[in-house]
């Protein structure tokens, strides 16, 4: 993995703009702590910051491969899975490799097949081509979106980027967020709105979306993959056969690296079935025991509250898989006021708000790993296309015309000065009507299955979008690579294909994941409850976070005051956010942490300098 940006100006002589491309190239050293590699003529700059994965001495970015009278030039963050499978098609047209790396498979792809190479890459990217004959940019982003692909176009050209902060290091991008970024922050947020930049005038590349950019034809944006509605004829005993091979040769596929690799372990399903996969394959090639890893909080056993979200805490399976697959285990133990001191480092890893604790836990996390490992697999995604979610399969949220994660916005928008959002829930409501109606059903469909349908595309544009965002910029700020087999896409569009009887097998969630592995993994696990990434209940945290926002209630100067209901807030504060009885966001944001937002907020207010317009 690494990070990429770019700035292609037609009518400025970016020669003479190095300071501004060293700071661009500067944002991505956490991205790319191994090696640097800028490319820069007249009109176009593409700059490289390298997390040596692959093939160290012939990977080298960017990467130039001449054809005809024609030089086509790469920067590319990712990784692909069928490299193999596609060096050899390309070497039976006559192409020939000095190495090994996925970057020239990938560039030599892009040169013969052009914008088509996309419908045959398996893998998680965002890279950008520059064609130096016709003078034409090519960016692209993976069908799942698992790799980030910031852009700011104007009219002489564009500026493309890994994070905001490569953008904003550009004087012509300026730090103002307009009443949709705030609508963004205060009623979507951790989430956000596909495409949508929160900066004015910045944009993200959609997942499975390309651009070109050319002089005369300016900036065109074109999606190359959707999910189509087509009918499933598996029987249930061919589904488990399909199912667990998909995931099975996901996860091999994605066990190649020239470094150190081990496997996230919560003891949950997902992440247990990976481990598994993972340890088989290196017993049976002799490379050893699989090391593995899981995050817990200092005294959380003694704190540990159940709830319907998270049932039952996670050390008794970790050990017991652990155990089965005979893994090299490893427990980080974080320490709760870190998690606390890490919550503004989690926005610099972010460029904006999100996900509190959660993400200054798995930043620490990642941190730690790091010290040993360059690449890590984990478990993410298996939850949104196999319907593991409470959500799913409770009727009444079900059908709730909303978010289901999100399902009230009265907790936001008490908190915020009264007619500061005005058209709020219109919004809201527009963006989760936006998915639904995009979503692609068969004729016939009963209700429970239309609904399904629209709870898959939900889940796969927002909350996992969520959730690959921060696994992203949360692992990257180390300068480690983590590969989500769950997001392969042949095993997605297998997934919203299979009816909901099948995918709930036997009424459980997961049920036709947990049919796939039985003999594989032990019976508990498979039988295993769902629950989620593991939270902080120690009332350390707590006392901390309420001391921050404190703090901040009582300077004068904060710029969050602008935008809040300081009363409101304060009673937050006084009554420990008590008052939240079910999560404001997804499964484990409480009170607790839309605290810790809130201080989130206020810092990248600060820190970047944001200016409301």
Sequence with gaps: ???????????RDLRKHGDIIDKMTGTLVCRGPDAQGIYLKENVCLMHRRLIVIDPENGIQ???????????????????????ELRDELISFGYRFRGHSDTEVLLTAFV??????LEKLNGIYAFGVWNDADNTLFLARDRMGVKPLFVFSYPDGILFGSELKTLLANP???????????KEIFL???????????????????PAEYLVLGQQTGCKVRQYWSLKAMEHTDDIQTTVEKTRFFITDAVKRQLVSDVPLCCFLSGGLDSSIISKIASDAYLADNKGKLHTYSVNYVDNQRYFKRSLFQPNSDEEYIQMMARAIGSQHHEVLLDNEDLERYLTDAVLARDLPGMADVDSSLLLFCREIKKKFTVAVSGECADEIFGGYPWYHNREILFRDTFPWSHSLAVRQNILKPGLLTDGEEYVQQRYRDTVNATDTLPGEGELEVRMRQMFMLNLHWFMQTLLDRKDRMSMYSGLEVRVPFCDHRLVEYAYNMPWDIKSL??????????????ILPDEIIERKKSPYPKTHHPTYLKAVKATLQHILDDFSSPLLQLIHKQKVQELIDTDGKALTTPWYGQLMTGPQLMAYLIQVDFWMRAYQIEIV
């Design 112 to 117: 013969h097949w052009g914008e088509s190479c």
């Design 1 to 11: 993995m690494c990070g990429i940006a770019g700035w292609i100006d037609f009518h």
């Design 172 to 182: 012509l991008v300026k730090p103002r967020v307009d009443n949709d970024g705030l």
């Design 62 to 84: 960017p990467m130039t491969i001449q054809k005809g009278n024609a030089s086509y030039t790469i920067v590319y963050n990712g990784e692909l899975y069928n490299t193999g």
């Design 506 to 519: 036997n009424g459980r969630e997961k049920g036709i994941v947990r049919e796939a592995m039985k003999g």
């Design 188 to 206: 979507l947020g951790p989430g956000r709105t596909g495409g949508n930049g929160v900066i004015k005038g910045v944009t993200e590349l959609k």
